[in-house]
């Protein structure tokens, strides 16, 4: 085998390293020879086209692609909910890691009985502000920003009843607390729970070895869960959720998506179970129902209330 050591850029949180170092021990059970680099922030890189030239959007994801882009890395690993659905140009999917626990989980202070009393929850997310809020009209919920460390830290410190956070993200780094709530009911945003790497397009040594650590199922649900989100999107942010589970036994998938307005007063929902055979497309028309029930007028509504 041609050697070449794989260098695997990541971010310096601790559930950034903690997804480098997993990826890292694949690599080195299949024989090859890895480095985990730490990248620094994109502040002091500087490059000479804009950034919307190479089509980077991502703010989580933005330093490692230009890493990446520079040549000083191979491969990055991310949270598969971080990734903007369009990649930089040059940078393409390399694998999808078989996905871990899906859910949102309310971490909250010892008194689980906050839901019919006014009570402050925190989240940075708008998909999860709006899910809740829907839920709870007569609840306040703040924002809250940081890696997973920063927010637990955050929610210890405050006066709010309770934050919301990914189950995974805790569970990978041991700091699932004892006080939590599986928020069964909410849908998790697109590809929540999964792992993507990614690298060159010309980099075929890395590529093929990165292939070896792809799951087909998770990179099918991921897929239609994104092209849900992509379709309905169209580069801006919104409160969307979107779920696929795949039967084994029946070889059907069943899709749950939602769009909500920020306030949560507004949702629009899908719930559809369809044969394997009709996962290509499966996300895309499922955001034109949404669209064509309501959706394209709340879409422009989002986008209206987000620009102020």
């Known amino acids: 085998m041609a050697e070449k050591t794989i260098r695997i850029g990541t971010r310096d949180s601790e559930l950034a390293l903690w997804q480098a170092h997993t990826v890292q021990k694949k690599l080195n059970d299949l024989g090859y020879t890895t480095e985990i680099v730490a990248v620094k922030s994109t502040g002091d890189i500087i490059l000479d086209k804009p950034l919307y030239e190479l089509g980077i959007t991502?703010?989580?994801?933005?330093?490692?692609?230009?890493?990446?882009?520079?040549?000083?890395?191979?491969?990055?690993?991310?949270?598969?909910?971080?990734?903007?659905?369009?990649?930089?140009?040059?940078?393409?999917?390399?694998?999808?890691?078989?996905?871990?626990?899906?859910?949102?989980?309310?971490?909250?202070?010892?008194?689980?009985?906050?839901?019919?009393?006014?009570?402050?929850?925190?989240?940075?997310?708008?998909?999860?502000?709006?899910?809740?809020?829907?839920?709870?009209?007569?609840?306040?919920?703040?924002?809250?920003?940081?890696?997973?460390?920063?927010?637990?830290?955050?929610?210890?410190?405050?006066?709010?009843?309770?934050a919301v956070f990914a189950a995974a993200g805790l569970e990978r780094i041991n700091l699932t607390p004892e006080n939590y709530i599986n928020l069964d009911w909410m849908i998790p945003a697109p590809a929540q729970g999964a792992m993507l790497v990614v690298a060159m397009e010309n980099d075929n040594y890395t590529l093929d070895a990165i292939s070896q650590l792809n799951h087909i199922e998770t990179e099918i649900c991921t897929y239609i869960e994104r092209q849900f989100l992509r379709t309905l999107e169209g580069g801006c942010t919104a409160p969307i959720g979107a779920l696929v589970r795949y039967d084994e036994e029946e070889d059907t998938l069943r899709f749950q998506g939602i769009l909500l307005s920020v306030d949560g007063k507004q949702k629009l929902e899908i719930d559809k179970t369809v044969a394997i055979e009709e996962w290509k497309k499966l996300g895309f028309y499922a955001a034109q129902e949404i669209l064509n029930s309501g959706g394209a007028e709340l879409m422009q509504t989002i986008k209206e209330s987000l620009k102020k």
């Open 58 to 162: 991502g703010i989580f994801t933005k330093t490692l692609d230009i890493a990446m882009i520079n040549g000083d890395i191979d491969i990055a690993v991310h949270s598969m909910k971080d990734v903007p659905t369009a990649l930089p140009k040059g940078v393409v999917q390399a694998a999808v890691l078989e996905r871990a626990n899906v859910l949102d989980i309310l971490v909250h202070k010892g008194n689980p009985d906050f839901e019919n009393q006014p009570s402050t929850v925190a989240t940075g997310s708008l998909r999860r502000q709006a899910m809740w809020l829907n839920k709870y009209p007569h609840h306040t919920v703040v924002d809250l920003r940081g890696n997973v460390n920063t927010r637990m830290q955050k929610l210890q410190d405050s006066d709010w009843n309770g």
